[in-house]
């Protein structure tokens, strides 16, 4: 039987060959947490290579996600499906071993990782996403849910503020199997740390509620094991194990030294590393014994059988439990959701109301919220701004987990990767609220949930000028410009009660991430026709046609949309005929049919104003060179509202104007 040394070092070596053949990668944390790994992954951690969406697997999450090769060597030599030439192919073009772990992309890639930090706040949103589907659906006899989350992270992970605010709130809540293995090793890329992180990490850890084992041999597989052990027992509070470690274990040249963590070690030194581990092995070859050692498909298997099995018997005496569990886990809303939610959709088109879009968005929520026992709201402490909170929020806290609500106090950029990992863990879907200008905290973790198209919903409000006095430094000019910019993020910027409706159906329907822009002023509601309605779901429509063929077409969206109608109007009693095109959603309009996007804005039709308050340029592409668009193109000032507006020049008489000026070219 195989050392555990031997075990550790196929990683180390394994690394080592794919990051020299790919001529760039990361070796010195992969040789340095190798041994921590072998001991995690072949006594402790719960999982089925051959079934890596096994619902109750442990999630093992790699927050310093530039060691990915320690990752792909752990995977491969368990028996994922990530061969030997998978491994050879790292850092190569559409490899399933990029420079970073990329959910979707490697089998047992739990999330993708690299922007240092967002990894532990995934796994705490994991840790959640259990205890929570653990409370409502686990009965007595039946652990249906009930496993760990592992991460493991670095110095820089601790340094990034994301990482405080995520364990900070871990620590409150309690989240007992939460584990969390932090490799002390005091090199990051420009050297030593001490010069600029003097933190004493053990008793910032305790001071936020975890348990804490400090000043572990990370070399020492006995000292990780009684680490271990002594974290699983506690559960009620989340364990930091502190690891010292050294950076790039094994090199004779290289150990210890900054200059190991971001480059090949180079042919020479490898061979060094070999001779000084005993390794005498060629490239990418790992000898049959330490193979044998590290395969985890029979006992993955046996686990997943017996959970199975238990599974079986818990739809014998749950069967409505079981088979919502197997839906949520699935990712599938209910049969009857798109059916009943336009139903809803209709019901409030017939309800003409005035009212700020978050209210709507609220009122959207209330009939929603019912049709999905696995929504799983929240806010960086503005619930009542935002109006996330509706009449079924139930909050969760250490003192019970049965609700659907979490309160993340003002952590907006933690609250943002936590809930990628709910939505990465299955069961949940989760969505959370802060003002829009606000989402620059979150925009890095917003970007991860559309790089891995994860269904997480992030509720925007105050979303304009039109917020009033509390000033420039809340009023958002080019957040929603910067949002669109983003490759699979739909944003939503609804105009009334019915299009906030639309942009929530949306956002729970699809596999990716949606940011809703909502008002805090009240906007008009709009008359439609049934089709009109349906129009909406479409990311931009027709809301108001002259009699006759369109001589101008102003593209509006939010608050704008009922300046733009009113003009429009106006217009026509004078003749002119100005079609106004309502586009909520861009990015949906974008993916039409060539054809439909032709009968919205005809090309024949280039007399095109777009209306927003916020920045311009963006807007560019719908109106042309002949267009103009009306916008704000600097910071905002403090006074009501309506006062703004009119400063602005953001009213019906000024797009009448703009729009006058069009139709005289």
């Known amino acids: 039987m195989p050392s555990r040394r031997e075990l550790a070092n196929a990683v180390r ?14 070796p010195g944390a992969p040789m340095g947490m190798a041994d921590i790994a072998e001991v995690l992954w072949n006594d402790y951690l719960v999982h089925n290579p051959s079934d890596p969406a096994w619902p109750n697997r442990d999630r093992f999450v790699l927050s310093n996600g530039h060691a990915s090769m320690l990752l792909y060597a752990l995977l491969h030599l368990s028996g994922y499906d990530l061969g030997i030439e998978d491994i050879k192919a790292f850092r190569s073009l559409h490899s399933r071993t990029p420079g970073h772990p990329e959910h979707g992309v490697t089998p047992g890639v739990e999330t993708t990782t690299g922007p240092l930090g967002q990894g532990m706040a995934n796994a705490v949103g994991m840790a959640i996403a259990e205890r929570v589907l653990a409370a409502q659906f686990n009965r007595e006899g039946f652990p249906l849910v009930d496993h760990h989350t592992y991460v493991f992270l670095g110095d820089g992970c601790m340094m990034e503020g994301v990482s405080h605010e995520a364990c900070s709130l871990a620590g409150t809540l309690g989240l007992g199997k939460l584990i969390a293995v932090y490799d002390d090793n005091g090199i990051s890329i420009d050297g030593n740390i001490a010069s600029w992180f003097g ?50 274990y094994g090199s004779p040249g290289l150990a210890g030294s900054h200059k190991a ?33 590290w395969d985890a498909r029979e006992s993955g298997a046996k686990a997943q059988a017996e959970w199975e099995e238990m599974l079986a018997r818990y739809a014998a005496d749950y ?19 798109a059916h009943l939610a336009w139903k809803a959709v209709n019901e409030l088109q017939a309800k003409a109301q005035v009212m700020a879009t978050r209210k709507a968005s609220k009122m959207a929520l209330e009939e ?27 909050p969760v806290s250490k003192e019970g987990w049965e609700g659907n609500y979490l309160h993340y106090g003002v952590r907006e950029f933690g609250m943002a990767a936590i809930m990628n990992g709910m939505a990465l863990h299955g069961g949940l879907i989760p969505y959370g609220g802060t003002f829009l200008v606000f989402s620059d905290y979150a925009r890095n973790a917003i970007r991860l949930s559309a790089l891995m198209g994860i269904r997480a ?9 039109g917020l009033g006095e509390d000033g420039p430094t809340h009023q958002p000019v080019e957040h929603a410009s910067s949002l669109r910019l983003m490759p699979n993020l739909h944003v939503w910027r609804p105009c009334d009660t019915v299009e906030s409706a639309v942009a929530w159906v949306s956002a729970l329907s699809r596999q990716g991430p949606s940011a809703l822009l909502f008002s805090r002023q009240s906007t008009k509601h709009q008359d439609r026709s049934p089709e009109t309605v349906q129009a909406i779901a479409k990311g931009g429509y027709i809301l108001f046609e002259p009699d006759a063929y369109p001589q101008a077409i102003v593209i509006a969206t939010g608050s704008e949309v009922e300046l733009a109608v009113q003009a429009a109007e106006r217009l026509g009693h004078q003749g002119r005929a100005v079609r106004v095109v309502s ?36 807007w560019a592409a719908y109106v042309g060179t002949r267009g103009r668009v009306l916008g704000i193109d600097r910071f905002g000032e403090s006074a009501p509202g309506p006062d703004l507006y009119a400063y602005f020049g953001l009213t019906a008489q000024r797009v009448e104007e703009e729009l006058i000026v069009l139709l005289g070219q």
């Open 13 to 26: 070596l394994l690394s080592l060959d794919a990051i020299q053949k790919a001529k760039s990668g990361h």
């Open 199 to 248: 933190d004493d990490t053990a008793k910032r850890f305790e001071a936020y509620g975890w348990h804490v084992i400090p000043e572990v041999d990370g070399h020492d597989s006995q000292a990780v094991v009684q680490a271990l052990d002594q974290a699983r027992e506690v559960q009620d509070r989340p364990t930091l194990i502190c690891c010292r470690t050294q950076i790039a």
């Open 261 to 293: 963590h971001g480059a090949p070690l180079g042919e020479e030194e490898i061979q060094a590393v070999r001779t000084k581990l005993g390794w005498d092995h060629p490239a990418f070859v790992v000898p049959e014994a330490i193979a044998q050692g």
């Open 319 to 337: 069967p409505e439990l079981a088979a919502e569990f197997k839906r949520r886990m699935a990712g599938e809303l209910p049969p009857d959701f």
């Open 368 to 394: 929603l919220g019912p049709l999905l026992p696995e929504l799983f709201g929240g806010s960086a402490d503005l619930s009542g701004s935002n109006q996330t909170v509706w009449s079924g929020s139930r």
């Open 457 to 465: 919903i992030h509720v925007l409000s105050h979303d304009s000028i």
């Open 583 to 618: 586009m909520p959603c861009a990015e949906v309009f974008a993916a039409q049919s060539e054809e439909y996007r032709e009968s919205v804005l005809p090309t024949a039709v280039q007399a095109r104003l777009a209306v927003e308050a916020g920045s311009s340029d963006w």
